[in-house]
Nanobody, 125 residues
Framework: QVQLVESGGGLVQAGGSLRLSCAGS????????MGWFRQAPGKEREFVAA????????YYADSVKVRFTISRDNAKNTVYLQMNSLKPEDTAVYYC??????????????????WGQGTLVTVSS
């Protein structure tokens, strides 16, 4: 069974930065793509960013382009999300996700193979 463990969430003032990490392990972890989603109170879970583990192709939601950067370390089975210029509307629980298909990860989140437990990011104004 694949396990994803997020870390790095917390409280930050608007304009500040945070870096989230997601370490994958378990049943020969070798998912082709990993990414991040977020869910704010009262809202649906939404796609934030994704990366392919082989070519490092990256994908971003329009709302975070330029401000957020996703990267990966294949040797550690870890994906990072560097979040800069944070806004109060970025406040949410951030979830790590992994799947064999970047298409599923970016387009069909209900079919994503593995999820982390989530880490809370709170941006104060």
């Amino acid at each position: 069974q694949v396990q994803l463990v997020e870390s790095g969430g917390g409280l930050v003032q608007a304009g500040g930065s945070l870096r989230l990490s997601c370490a994958g392990s378990g049943r020969t972890f070798s998912r082709s793509a990993m990414g991040w989603f977020r869910q704010a109170p009262g809202k649906e879970r939404e796609f934030v960013a994704a990366i392919t583990m082989s070519t490092s192709s990256t994908y971003y939601a329009d709302s975070v382009k330029v401000r957020f950067t996703i990267s990966r370390d294949n040797a550690k089975n870890t994906v990072y999300l560097q979040m800069n210029s944070l806004k109060p509307e970025d406040t949410a629980v951030y979830y790590c996700a992994a799947d064999d298909s970047i298409v599923v990860l970016t387009t069909f989140p209900t079919k994503v193979d593995a999820w982390g437990q989530g880490t809370l990011v709170t941006v104060s104004s």
